[in-house]
């Protein structure tokens, strides 16, 4: 039988096959931020332990670092002390830290892979449900929680359960303005919130194969928000030339590390458990209508009505249509906005802000919007101010900001207020995710540029054809 990429990478990192019970899985690599961190270091200290292999783990500040110009504005005292303690811990225990003016503070999904930590073949986890980005690369990455953290920590494993695999086809050719966020957002709205659990998932087709990695790490991201435990695509030429610009691998061993990725790639007759089909032929752009990424409609279909929707998803809907203040059966474009967030761990990337500049250049942002745009890192953040691309957001009105997770979770004081509404690019939008009582509608970083000067969900070929010269 042949395997897919998926138990190619299980298989080659299990220590110890478990009798009725978890295998024991080798950590290539761990990364680390200030919130999820400080149980475990604290632990190690309790039991007089070591980190078992320091150069496996690496960390950065992210959650609750300002993005203020002056890094200054800590929302309270509690957060200062985070990245304090997250300092210490490095320190004291020899892992590397991207701290702040470092040149790679920032994300932890985003300064991981341009570091070139990322890469195929390895098993990688981080106390945050977003690590499957790093699936982008043909690795198996997983979030994982605290105590995990502290194993890991002390002996570069863990005790897990082996995912099942599910294969997910992209077929068909979508409309011009459809995007590898849109991409993810139909998968989600297929199979539902918790159609991936007890799944890693691995992406393919010609749609896949046609993206930038940029492109497949925003589709990565967001594989848990449909339950799975991982998002993997098999590497090839486009995750090669990636890595060899990182600079990471030495002289003279390059194609010796080529060979052994190509390795673990999926065979066309590769088997999994389950295998579907995601048809995006001609589709648009999708956006979230209600509190859960599952929730969403193409740009120009209306939102769905209580009765057309499975019995089981009924009330929910009710819920979520309450809660943002929209009506059954009704289109979602032309909803007025009052926020945009463009960033997070989803798209905060150089090629995100470089579409959002095409769309803002030489605009200006609508009347009682408020724009926030928050490079994922620093190096996207120095390309950023190279290329001119903070001057364009500037000149447009907006707010172009330091890197960290800002207005994605709230947790640093970039926040959405109550009973307002915000287009946004990051992954969640459960009830008050960016704010207390605060709407959230996910899209891309396109159409968030668009409602930025529309000042409400636009459809792009509507908004094209409107301001065609």
């Known amino acids: 039988m042949s395997q897919n990429i998926i138990d190619k990478i299980w298989e080659s990192h299990v220590i110890k096959k478990g009798e009725g019970a978890p295998d024991m899985l080798f950590l290539d690599v761990q990364l680390l931020h200030e919130v999820t961190s400080p149980q475990a270091f604290a632990q190690l200290r309790e039991k007089n332990l070591r980190v078992f292999d320091p150069s496996r783990n690496f960390a950065t500040l992210d959650h609750s670092i300002p993005t203020n110009p ?9 957060n200062r002390i985070q990245l304090d303690v997250m300092r210490k811990n490095c320190e004291d ?10 040149g790679h503070q920032g994300v932890i999904h985003v300064t991981g892979p341009e570091l070139g930590l990322t890469q195929p073949g390895m098993t990688i986890c981080c106390g945050d449900s977003h690590t499957s980005t790093h699936g982008a690369f043909g690795a198996l990455a997983f979030g994982v929680g605290t105590t995990q953290i502290f194993h890991v920590l002390a002996s570069s494993s863990l005790l897990l359960d082996k995912p099942k695999t599910m294969k997910v086809n992209f077929v068909g050719t979508p409309s011009k303005y459809f995007t ?5 957002l139909a998968l989600i709205r297929q199979l539902g919130v918790q159609g991936g659990t007890g799944y890693a998932l691995e992406f393919c087709g010609e749609f896949i194969r046609n993206c930038s990695m940029e492109e497949r790490m925003t589709i990565c991201n967001m594989a848990i928000e449909c339950g799975a435990r991982s998002g993997v695509i098999s590497p090839d ?5 990636w890595l060899k610009q990182t600079g990471k691998i030495e002289e003279g061993k390059w194609e010796e590390a080529v060979n052994n990725w190509k390795s673990f790639a999926s065979t066309d007759d590769a088997e999994y458990d389950t295998v579907i089909e995601l048809d995006i032929e001609g589709m648009k752009p999708l956006v979230t209508w209600g509190t859960t990424p599952g929730q969403s409609v193409c740009i120009d279909e209306k ?7 499975p019995e089981n998803q009924q009330l929910l809907a009710k819920k979520s249509l309450k809660y943002a203040n929209l009506t059954a059966g009704e289109y979602i474009k032309g909803t007025k906005i009052q926020h945009v967030f463009i960033g997070s761990c989803t798209n905060g990337r150089l090629s995100d802000f470089e579409n959002a500049a095409e769309i803002l250049k030489g605009k200006r942002i609508a009347d009682g919007v408020r724009v926030f745009i928050v490079p994922g890192s620093e190096q996207v953040e120095k390309l950023a101010i ?20 800002s207005m994605c979770l709230a947790m640093n004081g970039d926040e959405v207020p109550p009973r ?7 992954n969640r939008n459960f009830i008050g995710r960016q704010g207390p009582d605060s709407i959230t509608h996910l899209a891309s970083p396109q159409m968030a540029a668009i409602a930025a000067i529309t000042g409400e969900i636009t459809d792009p070929d509507e908004y094209y054809t409107s301001n065609a010269s």
């Open 386 to 405: 190279e290329k001119g691309l903070d001057r364009i957001f500037t000149d447009a009105g907006a707010d172009f900001r330091r890197p960290g997770c």
């Open 237 to 241: 030429e486009t995750t090669f030339e």
């Open 93 to 102: 225990f020899g892992i590397t830290l991207y701290d702040i003016d470092s």
């Open 303 to 309: 939102i769905p009505t209580i009765e057309s929707l």
């Open 180 to 184: 590898a966020k849109d991409s993810i």
């Open 420 to 426: 307002e509404r915000a287009i946004s690019t990051s």
């Open 70 to 78: 002056t890094r200054d504005n800590f929302v309270d005292e509690k």
